[in-house]
């Protein structure tokens, strides 16, 4: 019976969410109207997402996605990608040492061990980047964002249990032309970007992009500023009408003081920083990538390769949980991918592909307070998978997905561990295989042109590994992620209402998790745990945008989510008595959270004016696992509010923002050890923008 209790709980969620007028709302074409069928011109526009591999639009993916486009996020006044996510439905972030965790409906991660994979799958045009976090100035001539909610290991692989974040930027074009924008504004924000695109010959072009941020520290003590600048170059070359070949080549450097936190005994709105050595922080922190997609259609098949590199170093000198450490790692990573697939005009449609990753870690840290060292030097990771994915129509309005992917996952790992008195542990070392077969299975049925039921079972796979302690290296297992989605994604009144609806359980198995209260050492290698029974994770989403009339626009999100832990016990250790969390909420699953705003243009002149303003919000949650003292994180509001005038043809806008009107103290994360600190959100932030375009 297990089995059926997934659907029954998202059947009751879809029923608890649906509004009244959903059940009698109708969008039933004229006789002889097709899927076709173009909506008013002051409707909602389509948004094209390549989240399923392949160009559709956001409506017709089977799937809860969000998108956030880059105009928008540059009009908002958004520099970075935890700004970008912070306002999405069901997404928590925790901020550590680098930048941050992600996690979406309560899967990601809150492993402290730098070698700990995330759970949400993050990349930056295609390159898949094992650390959110290294995609530190990702965020200019950005296209979209789509963040992809829910298992998706068959097209996305290893590491996307809990979801899928895709940040891509502009392609080069066949057209000569320029962009760019320039920021201003309180704590000394100067922040810029500048893209120029060339088109070298008839069948080349390039598009080459700059962007810079400098902010002087959030904290007291001068950190939680920024200080960045990154490069972009593409390449198109499109010789003939079957071969297409995009390169690209990146670099990003992030300085400055580096993260900071607060006490956790410090009263609310204090952003007087944890500090026990002078210079309070100092960051410096490289990512550079180098990638291509080779795309071939000769007619009854598609191949497409992708290989990519990226390079991440890492060095920081400062106060983190509470200790003055100094950190390094160093990143070398590359994988290949081999696909091919159905042409795109194809009754069904289909991917069948190889993959393969490469990655070679070291990490060092030195709790120089109390003599702990911590030395990684060799941590390297293979990981081989073969897969295929299908569409295939049953009827003109009913169609069957499903998919397969097999995943070998091979680790090793040495190092040695110093503890606070002196002695060296080690050199430990290991070998760790894992291997796991992720499906899919799913039926999409239109229910009219522009109404489309979804439902979708799949599973979800993320990788074991190797954690230090005091008999030598222990393993913890793979996680296991069962997932059952049910949905409806409808538009009405000529595409100016647009509802889409849906509901998700989740069966999760060897939930891992640290904790650095309970190390043996003082903090720094915090130990890491499966739980024993299962988890259970459900809940929904709502997305509704009303388009009255061409000049305003209302929307609403809401996403609720309940969470239980099953069986976890924690035995006792040398230092820490046993620990029984069996039962208790999983870290970053508020109860709702969610979003609601308003925009009106105005017509003035030659030009219009647009005025938004947006509320974020979310109830408390708790922010580690064993519910310590301290970690149950606030709920808050957070209000943004932006004025755009652009000018009639589009070519040049001046808008002003106002980030966090409210000023709230928003806790992001909280270390459990004996000092007590938390990382927190930005504080109110104003300023002016200036963009420009030919």
């Known amino acids: 019976m297990k089995r059926f209790r997934g659907a029954a709980h998202v059947g009751a969620t879809l029923v608890m969410l649906l509004p009244p007028a959903a059940y009698a709302a109708t969008d039933v074409p004229p006789a002889g109207s097709g899927a076709g069928e173009q909506a008013s011109p002051d409707g909602l526009a389509e948004i094209i997402v390549t989240a399923e591999r392949r160009s559709s639009t956001a409506q017709k993916t089977p799937a809860t996605i969000n998108v956030l486009s880059g105009d928008d996020l540059t009009q908002r006044g958004v520099g970075s990608l935890d700004d970008a996510l912070s306002g999405v439905p069901g997404v928590a972030l925790q901020a550590n040492n680098k930048g941050m965790n992600i996690n979406i409906r309560g899967v990601g991660t809150s492993l402290d061990s730098t070698a700990g994979d995330p759970g949400v799958n993050t990349n930056l045009d295609g390159v898949y980047l094992r650390q959110a976090s290294t995609i530190v100035s990702g965020l200019f001539d950005v296209a979209r964002i789509e963040v992809l909610k829910g298992p998706q290991g068959t097209l996305y692989g290893r590491n996307a249990t809990g979801g899928v974040v895709n940040i891509l930027t502009s392609d080069p074009e066949p057209e000569f032309g320029y962009r760019g924008s320039l920021t ?157 697939s159905s042409p795109i005009d194809s009754n069904i449609q289909w991917v069948t592909g190889l993959y393969y990753y490469h990655d070679q870690l070291g990490s060092y840290a030195n709790l120089i307070d109390n003599g702990i060292v911590n030395d990684q030097p060799d941590i390297l990771t293979r990981s081989y998978a073969a897969f295929g994915d299908a569409t295939i129509p049953i ?223 979310s109830t408390a949650y708790w922010l580690e696992f064993t519910h310590a003292p301290y970690s149950n994180r606030p709920g808050y509001t957070r209000t943004d509010l932006n004025l755009t005038y652009g000018s009639e043809d589009d070519r040049w806008s001046v808008g002003v923002f106002l980030r966090n009107a409210e000023n709230s103290w928003i806790v992001t994360q909280k270390a459990n050890t004996a000092v007590g600190d938390y990382g927190i959100q930005p504080p109110r932030t104003y300023g002016l923008t200036l963009s420009f375009r030919s």
Do not use: C
């Open 395 to 617: 009827t003109d309005t009913l169609r069957l997905s499903g998919g397969v992917r097999y995943t070998k996952d091979d680790r090793t790992q040495s190092g040695t561990l110093v503890t606070g008195g002196g002695t060296t542990l080690g050199p430990f070392g290991g070998e760790l295989t894992s291997n796991a077969t992720n499906f899919r299975v799913g039926l999409q049925y239109d229910v009219t042109p522009r109404s489309m039921l979804y439902a979708t079972y799949a599973t979800g796979y993320k990788a074991g590994g190797f954690v230090p302690d005091e008999p030598g290296y222990n393993t913890y297992k793979p996680e296991k992620l069962r997932s059952f989605e049910a949905g409806i994604k409808s538009r009405f009144f000529d595409s100016r209402l647009q509802l889409n609806i849906s509901g998700f359980y989740y069966s999760y198995d060897n939930y891992q998790t640290s904790d650095l209260g309970l190390a043996h050492y003082g903090g720094l290698s915090a130990l890491v745990f499966n739980s024993q029974g299962t988890t259970t994770i459900y809940g929904g989403e709502i997305q509704l945008s009303y388009r009255p009339w061409s000049s305003d626009q209302f929307d609403l999100a809401l996403s609720p989510t309940k969470s239980k832990f099953g069986t976890f016990i924690i035995p006792a250790t040398p230092v820490s008595a046993l620990v029984n969390v069996t039962g208790l909420e999983l870290p970053d699953t508020p109860a709702l959270s969610g979003s609601v705003g308003y925009q009106h243009t105005w017509q003035m002149g030659s030009g219009t004016l647009t005025g938004r303003v947006e509320t974020f919000f």
């Open 184 to 340: 201003l504004g309180d704590y000394d924000l100067v922040r810029s970007e500048a893209a120029l695109n060339v088109p070298v010959s008839s069948d080349v072009a390039i598009r080459a992009a700059f962007g810079s941020e400098s902010h002087a520290g959030y904290l007291d003590t001068g950190q939680e500023d920024a200080d960045r600048v990154a490069g972009r170059v593409k390449v198109l070359w499109t010789p003939n009408e079957t071969l297409r070949v995009l390169t690209g080549f990146s670099f990003a450097h992030d300085g400055g003081e580096g993260p900071g936190s607060v006490y956790v005994t410090e009263p609310e709105g204090s952003r007087h920083a944890v500090v026990t050595h002078e210079p309070a922080g100092s960051l410096d922190q490289k990512l550079l990538t180098a990638y291509s997609t080779i795309e071939w259609d000769p007619g009854p098949v598609r191949v497409t390769f992708i290989p990519t590199y990226s390079h991440y170093a890492y060095n920081y000198l400062g106060t983190n949980y509470g200790f003055y450490s100094q950190q390094r790692s160093r990143e070398d990573q590359g994988t290949a991918e081999l696909r091919l």
